[in-house]
């Protein structure tokens, strides 16, 4: 399995307060994803990075920024959360190949109270 | 833009049964396709894939075809397991290069003993 956690795995927080969700991984991997994932939606892209300090954003990026200071981390901001941010939250990498493949990390429940 | 659509669930199936699940693209150039499996309270495991058109992904008795004439990657097995049950993901890969997914809205696969 790709070396890829995330931290907390288990939120509860109260509307307004800011949250601050960790993605690290293992594999010097370029291409770093966080989605969420919700019913009727599937998995929806928020922010994304193709390398150190490069960032851009997804399809559902507003109320979210990120930050990737380092190869092994890319970190998720809500700044003020909001009970409709109430989610399940996946990172994911990748690197150059002809297939394109990403890699999973095990997923953040944030509840928004 | 790019897009999938992927068929409603949740399906149920007995064990043994023949399970189709269908995947229609839209893309501008040449995506790949990837089926995507989601076991209870985890993240998202690659099943199979596939880069180009014609090309046959398989893994674990899963089989989907590249299909460029009918924009399908329709997901079958044979004789579906109980272990078998989860939500399973269509999705594609941006052709722009970005390595970004669009990913369908998932199908819940419950198999019965």
């Known amino acids: 399995d790709a070396g890829i956690t995330q931290s907390p795995r288990h939120k509860v927080t109260e509307t307004g307060t800011p949250v601050t969700l960790r993605c690290h991984q293992t594999?010097?991997?370029?291409?770093m994803y966080w989605y969420r994932q919700d019913p009727g939606h599937g998995l929806r892209l928020i922010h994304y990075?193709?390398?150190?300090?490069?960032?851009d954003k997804g399809e559902v990026s507003d109320g979210y920024s990120v930050s990737r200071s380092k190869t092994e981390d890319f970190l998720l901001t809500l700044e003020s959360a909001t009970s409709s941010q109430t989610s399940v939250y996946f990172c994911?990498?990748?690197?150059?190949?002809?297939?394109?493949?990403?890699?999973f990390g095990p997923g953040t429940r944030l509840t928004v109270l | 833009g790019n897009s999938v659509t992927q068929m409603e669930g949740p399906v149920t199936l007995s064990e043994e049964a023949f399970l189709t699940i269908n995947c229609t693209y839209t893309?501008?150039?040449?995506?790949?396709l990837f089926w995507y499996v989601q076991y209870p309270g985890e993240g998202l495991q690659l099943l199979l894939k596939?880069?180009?058109?014609?090309d046959k992904g398989s893994n674990k008795g899963f089989e989907a075809t590249y299909r460029k004439e009918t924009t399908s990657f329709h997901l079958e097995k044979g004789s579906v397991q109980v272990s078998d049950s989860a939500v399973y993901f269509c999705?594609?890969?941006?052709?722009?290069?970005?390595?970004?997914?669009?990913f369908g809205t998932g199908t819940r696969l419950k198999v019965l003993a």
């Open positions: 990075s193709y390398g150190v300090k490069d960032t």
């Open positions: 594999e010097n991997h370029r291409y």
């Open positions: 893309a501008t150039g040449y995506p790949s």
């Open positions: 994911a990498i990748s690197e150059f190949s002809d297939s394109h493949e990403q890699f």
């Open positions: 596939a880069t180009k058109a014609d």
């Open positions: 999705a594609l890969s941006d052709p722009s290069g970005t390595y970004k997914y669009i």
